[in-house]
């Protein structure tokens, strides 16, 4: 509900403070005295597009905001909760507009987006009237206002999540037809780079071994004759032998030596340990570089292959393996595809037909639920003094979608044998008037929380005609907050709350006020909206008597 309004240096309104209340609020005013000024201030603090300029002129800027009561499960808390904004019972909107034209909006003191007050704004406000495209004249609403008058909330999510296991289902074959037909234009080429990966047989790590291999067979000659010497020099013709000798004859002395060799000879044994170490590690080399000719011819062999190959794929020797193991992948996806999209077919199959199913049952219940609201309409016309006027909602077959299979479409005839045609072309603009008021009381069960605006609805009716309009309106305004803009006396009566716009002229400024009217200041507005300029003695009697009903 729409708690209050305030309004600072907006066209002509300097500074405008409005608390509005449950039930029927009317606001009423001579032609030109600022009553649209109101609903394009509460436009612009819920983001709607609207007026360019609306900076009050001699004004830096224009500020709006606008106060509502949040019950704990107001639709708007999920708006609020995914923009990451808190709120209690008490949601403030501002919004501020300067004189160069740059936009900031807050929502409960936090900056916020104009796509954040637009998305509230969908469960805040309902704005009825006859230029309205954002309600009931707009066709691509007419099918989610059937399914709310029907209470099909349940079965629409039921196609919502069938339509979105078949657009998965449809997508997943899709790619995999695809995948399949990639493959099937490439199956030559992996067929023959499988068969010759798998005759070669890369492994991680070979290129690295083999080039090692290479090298050292390559220098095996020119290292092994040094080798083969050092082997000379430390055996037993050589250090062997002569420190043999020496170790010898120490040991021969030692024993005249009192003791002083015992650390000679100990360092010599322990040497002769070492050059034996030493000549096992240069004869197991000398064995190593022992190698048949041929053996490094097919370690070139081997090694220009892997590289060669590796080129081919233009990738490294070591990832030869790794790509074999993906290009057998992909060969066995051709020579298992008929399987896999049997498989695939098969669940988009299932998923199909749990959609038509669904969808199918959906439509059968909108076809149905379409002959009660046409009855509701109908039984609402009559006291709108429309009982020869026709109304139905066409339930056509559609594209399949997340919304199930059908079209939607408010259609009317205005009398009878008349062609029947879109409600916002064929009604004039008494009877568009009408046939919304009918609409929104059939289908007031979804308005729960949001508070109804009435732009003149009852423009181009009068009489017993008005007065039908006026309890309408009052009666859709029990139990919730409907704003009715209005220059009907029989509609005004009806109200619970009534408010005067009016313009007053002072030193070449025009400004805009709102009042909120007594009972007596309400017989001289409704006396001035019957009779004109002067407000006759007869026009309050018959004030007086609309105010009494």
Known sequence: MLLGLEIRDILI?????????????????????????????????????????????????????????????????????????????????????????????????????????????ETLIELHGQHDDRGLLNPRHHRSLLDA???????????????????????????????IAEAKAEEEFLRHSVSELTALDPQPGEDEALDTQRRLMQSAERIREDIARAAGALGIDGAEGSMGDAMRWLEDAADKAEGQLEGALASLGRALIELGEAQQGVETCLDNLNFNPQELENTEERLFALRALAR????????????RTDLSARLDRIEHGADRLAEAQAARDTAQAAFDNAAAGL?????????????????????????????????????????????????????????????????SGGELSRFLLALKVCLSSDSTGVTMIFDEIDRGVGGATADAVGRRLKALAEGSQVLVVTHSPQVAAQGAHHWQVAKTVSKDTTLTSVAALDQGERIDEIARMISGDTVTDAARTAAKALLQG
Do not use: Y
């Open 13 to 121: 309104i300097d500074r405008l403070e409005l608390a509005f209340q449950p039930g029927l609020n009317v606001l009423t005013g001579e032609t030109g005295a600022g009553k649209s000024i109101l609903l394009d201030s509460l436009g612009f603090v819920l983001g709607w597009r609207g007026r360019a300029e609306l900076v009050r002129k001699g004004a830096s800027q224009g500020e709006v905001t606008a106060e509502f009561d949040l019950p704990v499960n107001h639709p708007a808390r999920a708006v609020l909760a995914e923009a990451g904004i808190a709120c209690d019972d008490t949601l403030i909107l501002r919004r501020v507009n300067t004189v160069e034209g740059r936009k900031t909006a807050w929502v409960n003191d936090r900056r916020c987006s104009g796509e954040v007050l637009r998305a509230l704004s």
């Open 149 to 179: 008058f029907a209470g099909l909330d349940r079965q629409v999510a039921q196609v919502r999540e069938a339509w979105r296991a078949l657009s998965q289902q449809s997508a997943a074959l899709e790619a995999l037809q695809a995948e």
């Open 312 to 323: 081919k794929h233009q990738v490294m020797p070591d990832d030869l393996a790794a790509l």
């Open 363 to 427: 439509s059968a219940m909108r076809k149905a639920s379409a002959a009660r609201l046409d009855q509701a309409v109908m039984d609402e016309l009559a006291p709108l003094k429309m009982d020869r006027a026709f109304f139905q909602t066409d339930v056509a077959a559609s594209e399949a979608g997340p919304s199930g299979i059908d079209d939607v479409s408010f259609t009317v005839a205005t009398n009878p044998g008349a062609p029947a045609g879109p409600l916002a072309k064929i009604a």
